[in-house]
């Protein structure tokens, strides 16, 4: 008798009392459920992040008059300080947004990028921001391979050489210029108050040093920083000052990107830079620009509208996947039953296929874009897709294997008063990137030039076996998993705002919240919180969080599946929009330490 949970046996009864329409896709957005866990519900907003002291910051923005995207960039810049294995001005990421009301392409400084980029749903416009790392000019596609032709990975991931030219800055300035209510230097405050008066380190803050300790000690900077006097992480419980990070932040406050690109950060930079394998110039930095970028725009049955990130971001994936799995009526086959996995780690395993083959920077490369998110496309990988075997993936391509890491990248999702939505998702690659810091400015470099193809059929950190198509070229911006996601109702009104960290995994966190959601009906807080699975082409196997019972992995075992217990895979902080009316609701993934923090008590 197969194990049945308390929440599952509540589903099992809605769908029987739900009848012959399917509960997923009836007109509009599902009623709630009585369910095991409970997302927060407020009428003014919520920001959800994978850091309390960081989600604080997003909601007093909002109560503060600001919109989503400035409570968004606010966290943004607030994680930078509080959360430094991932929140940072050195790295890069992807944003999508919803916001009520007319173009803003008027605004000055965003003219006709945004124009062009906008897309008009319901009652607002919906915009995607790529403040993605670029390769720098120096680069070149050889960049990481030694002497015998093999790829160096000690070059290409804890190196100089290893740091892309980030975009964070770029991006998070661009897009609260655009479509923010507050100034720059509103936003930037309460991050600058937390570097210069410091914050109380938290368990999981001590903990995430102290496993960080070996790398951060290696550079002389980040040892300073991060271990201060004693060769020590800062202890629980202890106050943590950064006066650096502080004024590198008040820079930017004060003159806007240019406080970044320019100037003495940037010349600290750059001296770095020359000091070790480094490749990134003056005029790589005064050259960076973020983008305004038309989202990628999938329909669901029933009318839902996905609006997610396109390349480089992982939006082509995450809508293929989709497409491939929607017709299958995973509702009836169950929430993680056997027969549910089995299918979405065969499609998985498709999409990442025309992945590795097809995606990379489209401004540098053709990417096929329309015909992957086809349903035409979608119709024929559903066609190769075999029900009752695994097939392997030496069948599908050639060239295996995994690099285990410590990786680490962070997700955030906004709501507003008003449904705004913004989801973005940004990273150093690694937690504390490359571990090396910029003297004088207080923070860590990315180690995103590892995401590129370092070598043809030789696997990347997140056991990504990548193409051609992704290698190494000035000025192209590595090939990303990330992908923030919003899904708008049949309506035209917003609804929900999802993506999570994960490397490879990113994509299919964010397929099985909005499928767990939208397909099995469950609240914002179980979809969230239900165990998860992967699956990537290589390795050839099926990732599961543990909660997949015993039975069901015993079937996908007689199926051809290669089974592997991973721990907890991505942090999917997602927020849903209910309406004027009832508000919105916010849940931070638990498998980490965030919190969902509300703008205004409920009522
Ligand atoms: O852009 C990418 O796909 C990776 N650099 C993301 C890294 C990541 O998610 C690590 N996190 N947990």
Redesign the pocket.
Known sequence: MRERRPWAVALAACLALDGAVPLAWRADVLQEQPQLYQPVRSSGGIVASQDGLASAVGAQVLRQGGNAVDAAVATSFALAVTHPQ?GNLGG??FLVLWLPGPSRAGRPGCGAEAAAAEQRLGRGVAVAVNF?ESAPRRASSGLFLDARGGVDRELATRSLRSTAVPGTVAGLGLVQRCYGRLSLAQVLAPAIALADQGLVVGPDLAASLALARPLLDRDPTSRSLFLGGTGRPPAAGSRWRQPQLARTLRGIAAAGEAGFYQGPVADQLVRLMRQGSGLIEHRDLSSYRARLVKPLLGQLRGGHAVLTMPP???GVTLLQLLHILEPMQLERLGLNGAATIHRMAEAMNLAYRDRNHWLADPDQITVPTATLISQAHAAEQRARLQLDRHRPAAELASQPLLLPDN????HLSVVDRQGGLVAT?T?????YGNGISVPGAGFLL?N?M??FTAKPGSPN??G?VQGEANAIAPGRR?????TPTLVMRPSGEPWLATG???????ITTVLQVILNRLVHGLNLATAVATPRIHSQLWPDQVSLEPGISPDTQQLLGSMGHRLVAVPAM??ANSVEWLGDAQGSLGVADPRKGGAAAVAESPP
């Open positions: 991932a890069g990421g993605r480089p971001g992982g990786p680490n990248t962070t998702t990273t150093l690659n690694f937690a990315n995103q590892d995401d950190a997140y990504l590595p090939l990303s998993s990330m999570s960290p994960g490397g490879s995994r990113i991505g942090s």
